[in-house]
């Protein structure tokens, strides 16, 4: 099977994607398929990579865990540990950071990672500003960063007490990104954007 037989209007779930050997990626959103963009661009790496490894250097001795796409993020609202049938949302965000290690098992997370962030790319906006915004609010995501490589600049939502994501002022060049579920979690944005 190829990607191109699967039916776009149809409706999928992680039972279906663990079947499926296609060399191009894909997340599934409310049981539908989105296909992700080719190997993402030089400058979108050198920004995962610069905010991961402060990530990483800060979580060292702490609780929490950072992954890199790809990396399977099994999303189910409400429903723990569901068996692969009744999971209708896997996604692969540029980097994940799980407190909860409950969540973890071999095949990604199984449930909302505390904070996710996602590295705009031309061929992906509106995924992440839109579909991966409402699933991530939904599913109990405690704080989204999307990082927007072009203006260079980061827009941090966080999930307040009634499950709703709260934006707070977007951050650009000499200021500090911080973190609500990374606590003394400090950087220079214009570290990230850094050349």
Known sequence: MTIDQLDPAGTYTYADYLQWTFE?????????????????????????????????????????????APFDVRLTPLKRN??????????????????????????????????????LSPGNSKKEMKDKFEVYQENGVKEYWLV???????????????????????????ETLTSSVLPGFEMLVGDIFAE
């Open 24 to 68: 191009e990626r894909l997340e599934i959103i409310k049981g539908k398929i989105f296909k992700m963009s080719p190997a993402p661009a030089r400058r979108h790496q050198k920004i995962s990579f610069q905010i991961s490894n402060r990530i990483y250097n800060y979580l060292k001795g702490k609780s929490c865990e950072a992954y890199t």
């Open 148 to 174: 927007n490589s072009t203006d260079k600049a980061i827009f941090v939502y966080v999930l307040n007490e009634s499950g709703v994501f709260i934006g707070l002022k977007p951050l650009i060049d000499e």
């Open 82 to 119: 569901a068996k692969p049938d009744q999971v209708y949302t896997v996604v692969q965000p540029d980097i994940s950071v799980i407190c909860d290690l409950d969540k973890l098992d071999d095949q990604g997370c199984n449930g909302a990672p505390d904070l996710i962030i996602e590295i």
